[in-house]
């Protein structure tokens, strides 16, 4: 069965202190690892794609990277505008391009 | 560009009322889906569809009805709608054709079953 679980549920940080957020999955055949911030009241957004397992990607002060079995969502010396709920979600190779979500992590950051 | 738009964004109704969740997308994409959003569950799956005509059942359907008459609409029905279907509804699009494939999603629809 397909499933991804992110850890922590939630995250505080101190402005400027760098932390990250894992994703893991299994997926019967990964076609993609999705990252997305969602802020309150509002749909989610698009972060990230990563395809292969050693892949990066990087905006602004997030980077994120995949292995063969986790993702992580590195954030560099955040912001309070970072604060947001971060969403990791998988596509499976099979019909229907669908998306399988974790419960995302909740990141605060303090001034 | 206004990307996909859901409405209504609040809906309260009584147990047994039918209803119809609007979303429309103006970026002609292929697929389209609907989820549910509730606490500690994540984004679950209820329905999508690949293109006009063409639907299919995800994760969590029972209680919902969708069609796909035209690429630019998808409506969700609810049938007689029940408490367990208190959530946010978020209506996603996305296209094979972009090299990242990520959904855009809706703003959502906030629904209170009583």
């Known amino acids: 069965e397909d499933q991804v679980t992110q850890s922590p549920e939630a995250l505080r940080l101190q402005e400027g202190e760098s932390s990250s957020l894992n994703c893991s999955y299994t997926v019967s055949g990964l076609r993609g690892l999705f990252w997305y911030r969602q802020d309150p009241g509002k749909g989610p957004e698009f972060l990230f794609t990563?395809?292969?397992a050693g892949e990066e990607k990087e905006k602004e002060r997030l980077k994120a990277t995949l292995t063969k079995k986790e993702s992580f969502l590195h954030i560099t010396a955040p912001k309070p505008e970072d604060s947001a709920t971060y969403l990791c979600?998988?596509?499976?190779?099979?019909?229907?391009?669908?998306?399988?979500f974790g419960t995302g992590t909740s990141l605060t950051v303090i001034p | 560009n206004a990307g996909v738009t859901q409405t209504p964004k609040f809906q309260v109704l009584k147990t047994g009322q039918s209803m119809t969740l609007q979303c429309a997308q103006d970026?002609?994409?292929?697929?389209m889906s609907w989820y549910r959003q509730d606490p500690g569950m994540g984004l679950r799956l209820i329905h999508y569809?690949?293109?006009?005509?063409?639907?299919d059942q995800g994760e969590v359907p029972n209680g919902y009805n969708v069609s796909r008459s035209t690429t630019e609409d998808f409506p969700l029905r609810l049938l007689s709608a029940a408490p367990s279907q208190t959530s946010v509804y978020f209506c996603?699009?996305?296209?094979?054709?972009?090299?990242?494939?990520?959904?855009?999603f809706g703003s959502g629809t906030r629904l209170t079953v009583v």
């Open positions: 996603a699009s996305s296209t094979p054709l972009t090299p990242n494939y990520g959904y855009t």
């Open positions: 569809s690949v293109g006009a005509g063409i639907t």
């Open positions: 970026m002609n994409h292929e697929y």
């Open positions: 990563l395809y292969s």
């Open positions: 979600a998988v596509q499976a190779m099979r019909a229907g391009n669908q998306f399988y």
